[in-house]
């Protein structure tokens, strides 16, 4: 694809324009915190990438060309329609995701966050992240997208083996991760986060866990875990379907999830979430807003988002999602200010159940606090205190629930989802209970 450099121009509207945010900060921001109705994090989705990967099924375009300026005039458009319409006067933090963000030129994230500090109020110290790809970020790229805002990167780097980044698909070796993750730790230092990958075909734990230990040699606070997800559609699908290569083994991806996080432990990491890892504090805020069920704009082709728009009359969330094709979207961005495809009204059972089911992927958990937020009527205690099946759970020590609130214990975070399918029934049926008259999700 064409990718616009990052001419000598670009750099310097970009740097202008961070340098205003941070003098307008200096110069005073709003004194009183927002209310959580008025505050929220935001995210850009760039939808373009080099190149596919033989297991991604995420809403991107490989394109012979994109048109930047365009693509650009939109996103600022779109930005600034859904922060009117949802009345947020304070953004915590954006992330510029995708697709590769750092396909992108560092014009467009300045011209993104230019928008939002002129539409709202966003802290000179709000987390901005752009999720990087070692091939398309050399250091003069990145040291140009700190220029532009951005100060803290999410590197793709998923493997330290060059014969699985090939079976990935990935256009980077491992040196060029390495060489970007260096680079990136000198830029960036304490807000660098690395993704690896685990449980691919044919993988093995000993060989998986010397990549992480290498990585653990050479990463900055940040670490996330994903798991491989066979996904209908991918090369890889097709090359595992046709027996050219063995299925995945979700055992042994378990028993490497099981000691990568030991590995992490031990090395001064805070498992904080089901697959990010953190020390010295460097957790997301961003993706804490979603665990956390905090509101947020998704801005872009495909994007989600999920907050209660202003001037309707109500008070509910909405679960919002983008038209998808970028250039339908950029079609809609045009002619209405938005490209909205899709508004859902969330019940406020569906809260709960995202409340739920999001804040058990955190260490905290749900607090007594956190739920009654969004559930007044119905107490932690209420739904799961009485209950026979959570009772058993409880025992074989696999959740907590106390003074503090809900939790998974250490043994319970990594079967969460099998958690889930015993909590989220015992919630439905106490709402039930509790508010007979009203429709499910009412
Ligand atoms: S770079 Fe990311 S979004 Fe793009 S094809 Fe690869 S996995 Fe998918």
Same mark, same amino acid.
């Not at 373009?48 to 005039?73: L, Q």
């Not at 090369?235 to 379907?241: G, I, R, T, Y």
């Given at each position: 694809? +064409?990718? @616009?450099?990052?001419? /000598?121009?670009?750099?310097? #509207?970009? !740097?202008? *324009? ?6 307008? %900060? ?77 396909? +992108?030129? @560092?014009?467009?994230? /300045?011209?993104?966050?230019? #928008?939002? !500090?002129? *539409? ?6 709000? %987390? ?315």
């Amino acid at each position: 694809m +064409a990718v @616009p450099g990052a001419r /000598a121009r670009g750099w310097a #509207a970009a !740097a202008r *324009a961070a340098q205003r945010r941070r003098r307008e %900060e200096r110069t005073g921001g709003p004194a009183r915190p927002e209310p959580a109705s008025r505050r929220a994090a935001l995210y850009v989705h760039w939808p373009y990438c080099e190149k596919r990967c033989s297991y991604c099924n995420f809403n991107k375009y490989i394109p012979r060309g994109v048109e930047e300026a365009a693509m650009r005039k939109c996103l600022v458009t779109e930005a600034q329609t859904l922060l009117r319409l949802s009345g947020v006067r304070r953004v915590e933090s954006v992330f510029f995701g995708g697709g590769t963000p750092s396909l +992108a030129s @560092p014009h467009t994230v /300045a011209a993104v966050l230019e #928008a939002v !500090a002129q *539409a709202t109020y966003l802290p000179a110290d709000s %987390e901005v992240t752009l999720e990087a790809n070692p091939t398309s970020a050399p250091g003069s790229r990145l040291a140009a997208f700190g220029a532009a805002g951005v100060n803290r990167l999410s590197i793709g780097l998923q493997s330290l083996d060059d014969a699985e980044l090939r079976l990935l698909g990935r256009t980077h070796s491992a040196g060029d991760a390495l060489r970007t993750l260096a680079a990136a730790r000198r830029l960036f230092p304490g807000r660098v986060s690395v993704d690896l990958m685990l449980g691919l075909p044919a993988q093995h734990v000993g060989p998986w866990l010397g990549q992480l230990q290498e990585l653990l040699r050479r990463c900055d606070d940040h670490v996330s875990l994903y798991q491989l997800s066979l996904e209908r559609g991918t090369a890889l699908f097709a090359q595992v379907q046709q027996g050219a290569l063995p299925a995945p083994d979700p055992e042994l991806a378990a028993e490497m999830y099981q000691a990568g996080r030991e590995a992490l432990r031990e090395a001064g990491f805070r498992q904080y979430e089901v697959s990010n890892f953190a020390r010295n504090g460097a957790l997301s805020t961003h993706n804490w807003t979603y665990w956390q069920c905090g509101q947020y704009l998704g801005v872009g082709p495909g994007a989600h988002g999920r907050f209660v728009p202003q001037g309707a009359g109500s008070n509910t969330r909405e679960a919002r999602i983008q038209t998808l094709e970028p250039d339908n979207w950029m079609k809609e961005v045009m002619l209405f200010g938005h490209g909205t495809r899709k508004r859902t009204p969330m019940g406020r059972l569906e809260m709960l159940e995202e409340v739920l089911a999001m804040g058990l992927r955190t260490d905290v958990g749900i607090t007594h606090q956190h739920w009654q937020r969004f559930g007044p009527q119905l107490t932690l205690w209420d739904v799961f205190g009485t209950s026979k099946e959570v009772k058993e759970l409880l025992e074989r020590g696999l959740l907590l629930l106390d003074h503090r609130g809900l939790r998974c214990s250490w043994e319970g975070l990594p079967v969460l989802d099998s958690l889930l399918l015993t909590l989220l029934p015992q919630l439905q049926e106490a709402w039930q209970q509790r508010t007979p008259s009203l429709v499910p999700g009412g």
